[in-house]
Structures are given as structure tokens and as C-alpha cells.
């Protein structure tokens, strides 16, 4: 019967890309889910279409739809977080962000946004009927609870996940299956800690306890700290995480990370959405050490926040002396998007003795190649804040860490100072001065 089912629903990606009307909604799979021949099939129809608006986001590959439609005249294309190959064509007027607090985005599809077509990219059928959606559980049933028309591209080599619920959808509720074969997941190279996020590891390891539950944000630095926890001597850590990347199979396999002093999801590591190298895809696969989510249960600060010592470790692009984070725009330029990180600086904070870390080097280098400091007197003009400065728990760089629970604006500017590059500090303490939020306390 199912297989039945299965060749009466299977047809090519031209057939099923025909779905797609005029005006159309599409939902559009995101990050190593991207659904890529039906993509390209969508591309070709370009002269038969007009305005139809598709929705995804951490595309890892360039889309055909702009690359034949550079104008975008037929097709328009909206991320819920940039990765760089966004970030190019938002700079050219050719994508657009949707801002997101990311626990909540099925709630938007599911009462705020028109969904006609749903795409997904999922692993093989298996015996029961279930296409597994693999790397990326996200948002994706509630895009298909809503849409007109619902397509999988079945990728062979899409590992099969175990999860909590809405990990997988059933060929009875798909309009139409595509074939795709071996198509590979999309590879993200591991970044290698550097001597900066050395430092900021060595100041946020003795804030991190036996029996811990761990979540790393996106970028470079929370993912390099992961690796440095892999090689701690911490022990019993558990995972309660939005993304995972290769760092977490380090934790696992080193044996620091085991997932045995859980509140929630017991001997399980959790998460919604995950890319890496191929060490991760295969960590995934039939694994019954993970549990596998959509994104309003992993990032719902009162669900993640059951685990007690939830830590969080997210990264920022800018701060100001008062404790507001910038973790998504260059001044007014979006660079990536809020994601999931408002939700665990909430859930940490939240979690019994739990710990929320912003994390980020005290500089960065301008287009010129000068150092210029990420801890700045005001914002940036434009710049968007991912988190105010009330909910803003610990911040560290390389220079140390401060909890600013609870401190006013003058304590806030001076022990940001303390964490600026000691290049920037004179500057910042005349501008604090000026803002009249300095006043040297008596010690530190
Ligand atoms: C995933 C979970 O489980 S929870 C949710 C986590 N989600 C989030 O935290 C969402 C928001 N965060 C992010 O998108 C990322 O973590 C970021 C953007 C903050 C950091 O990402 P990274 O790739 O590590 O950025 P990085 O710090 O290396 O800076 C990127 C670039 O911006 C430049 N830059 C950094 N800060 C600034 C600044 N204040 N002004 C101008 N440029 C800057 C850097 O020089 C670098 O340039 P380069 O690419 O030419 O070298
Ligand atoms: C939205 C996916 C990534 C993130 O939360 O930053």
C-alpha cells in the first residue's frame, strides 16, 4: 500500500516544480535542507512566473533563481538568517530578511504567513511511510500544516534522526515525492580555536560545572569553545541546543558530554538544527543518543530552561557600555539575523543555575586592516539590537567577563571598559564622561 502510494506521488522535479503558481508563497527548506533540484527546476520555469516570493535561509549554495532572474523580477527571495552567500545578494537589493525570534517562526507560518507550496528535502521513505527530515527539523511541519501543495526531495544520503515529534512527515500528508539520489548534505569545514578564543575559554571553562547542559550559538568562536570543552575535564555535560555542529560529537565522543544528569529528553542530546562535516552527519544518523526537534521546542526558553545549569554561549558583533548586544547587523547592514539567541540568553538565565555568556573578541579588523573596537560608548547608527541590555547576562572577551545582572549604568560602562582592548580604553572612558555614565568605583 505505501509503496503504492509512493509511485503514484513520485514524478520529476519539472513536474512537481509546475506546482507552483504565480504570487505563490513558497517555503523553501533551510540551511543543509535546501531542496536543490526542485530549486533549479523552479529557476527554469522563470517565464512562466511572476512575482512568487520563496522563504528558506543559511543557504549553503548559491540559488539558480537569482542566478537566472538577477533582477529578480520573477522571483524574490526572503531569509530567516543570512549566511554569506545571503549577505551578498541582501547587499545588492536581491534578498531580504524576515526578523525572527526563532522559537516563535512556526507560530508566524502557522497564524501570521500565506504558505501555497512547502519544499523539504527528507531521507528515503522508510518501512512505515515517514520521510525523516534529517539535519534541519526547524520549522518545517508547521510550513506543511499550512501549505496548498507539499514536495520532499528525497536525498539518499540524508541521515535518518531519531526525535521527539515532527522530525518526519508521512507520505499521506505529501502531494509530491522527487528523487534525487545520492546528493550529499552540504559540508561545513569545523573552525579551529584561536588564541583569542583561547582566552575567552579559559575565562568561561571555570563558569561551566559537572553535570552542565550546554548550548553554542553560530559563528566561529562558540563552536571553537566546544572544541575546548571537548578536551576539559568536565564531566556529565548535556546538550540542549538550537544547532549542532561538529564540536558537539567531540564533546560526545570525549565523553564529556553524555546527557545522564538531564531534566529533559534524559540520556539525549537535543536540537533542531544542525551542520557540519560529514563526522556530524554520521554522528546523526540512527543515533539513539539524539533527539531531534522543531525549533519552538528546542528554543522555547521555558522547555530549554527545565535543564538546570543550562549555559549558553552565543557570540555578538558589537555591544555598547550600557549592556545592549548587537549579534546581526553592521550598522544598519544585516549581516545574519537575531536566530536563537534572545531565546537562550532567556532559557539560561531562566534555568536553575543556569549561566548566559555573550562571548566576543574586543576587536575586529576594518576593511583597512585597522583594529577597531566591538565594545563601543553608543551603537552603531542603525544597529539592531538582538539583546537588551536587561536581558544580557554575562559578557566576555578576552580580556575577562562580567555579569552585568543587576548593575547600573555607570558600573556596566567601567567593567565593560575593563573588557575593551586596552588600545580603545582612554577613548571610551572620555566618551562615558561625556555620556555622563562614568564614575571610577573603588575597586574592581
Ligand atoms: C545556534 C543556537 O543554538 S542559538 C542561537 C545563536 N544565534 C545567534 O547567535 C544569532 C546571531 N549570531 C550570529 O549570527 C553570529 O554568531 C555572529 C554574526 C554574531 C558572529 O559570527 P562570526 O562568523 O563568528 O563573526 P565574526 O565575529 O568572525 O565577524 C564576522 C565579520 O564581521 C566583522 N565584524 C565583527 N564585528 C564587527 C563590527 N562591530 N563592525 C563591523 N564589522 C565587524 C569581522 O571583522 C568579520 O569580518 P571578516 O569576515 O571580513 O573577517
Ligand atoms: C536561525 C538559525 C541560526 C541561529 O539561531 O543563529
Redesign the pocket.
Known sequence: MLMEEFRRKRVSAEVAAKAVHSGDWVEMGFGANMPRILEAALAERKEELFDVKARGGLLLAPLKMLELDPEGEHFTWLSYHLSGIERKYAQLGKAFYIPIKYSELPRYLRENLQTDVAMFQSAPMDEHGYFNFGVTISHFAAAISKARTVIIEINEDMPRVHGGYDHAIHISQVDYVVEGGHMGVPIVPEAEPSLVDRQIAEHLLPEIEDGSCI???????PQALGKMIAQSDLKDLGVH???IADAYVDMFEAGVVNNKRKQRDLGRMVYTLAMGTQKLYDFLHDNTAIAAYPVDYTNDPWIASQNDKLISI?????IDLSGQVC??T?GQAI???????LD?VEAAYRSKGGKSFICL?ST??DKSGQIQS?IKPLMTNGAVI?DTRTTVQYVVTEYGKVNLKGLSTWQRAEQLIFLAHPKFREDLISEAEKLKIWRQSSKR
Open positions: 548550548q553554542l550559538g553560530i559563528g566561529g568562536m541546543s538550537e544547532m552565543n557570540s555578538a558583533l558589537e549579534s546581526e553592521v549581516f545574519s539575523g537575531s536566530g536563537g539567541q537562550f573578541p575586529y579588523k566591538r538582538t
